[in-house]
């Protein structure tokens, strides 16, 4: 078996030889392009990964303020006060499209600022679906 196996091989023409090298050559480049189809992938994977991670970063941001705006609206701070004016007017333009919204009940001073916690509701959703896009973008899918 082994001596018509080395004989078979010994009487490949050139023909077959130049079929070998084209269909390793159409290989080969068919593995560079795949090879340089998967580094930009890569590449806007690490974007909208590192984009991902500013958007978390920022609305983080957001959430810790309004949750201040929250909490010093439940204990009833002082609005004359530097730090509540600085809180408020740095939430002031995410809070204003809530405000009014629906009434906050108020006990002897302490206040329940309802609009806030929907803003900080509204807000997540929209983090959560904007998150959901970049990770979309991200792992598309791709046919072979």
Do not use: C, W
């Not at 078979?8 to 084209?22: L, P």
């Not at 991902?52 to 309004?66: G, P, T």
Request: proline share 3%; glycine share 8%; charged share 15%.
């Amino acid at each position: 078996m082994n001596s018509e196996i080395a004989r078979e091989v010994s009487d490949s023409t050139t023909t077959e030889h130049g079929r070998v090298a084209a269909a390793a050559a159409t290989m080969r480049n068919r593995a560079i392009d795949e090879t340089e189809h998967g580094v930009r992938t890569v590449s806007h994977a690490r974007t909208a990964a590192r984009g991902s991670q500013f958007l978390d970063y920022a609305f983080l941001v957001l959430y810790a303020l309004l949750s201040i705006r929250l909490v010093l609206a439940l204990i009833g701070a002082r609005e004359g006060n530097g730090f509540v004016r600085f809180i408020t007017s740095v939430t002031g333009p995410f809070y204003a499209p809530f405000r009014g919204i629906v009434d906050s009940p108020s006990i002897d001073g302490f206040t329940l600022a309802i609009p806030i916690v929907i803003a900080l509701a509204v807000y997540a959703m929209l983090h959560a679906g904007i998150n959901g896009v970049l990770r979309m973008v991200a792992t598309r899918k791709t046919t072979i």
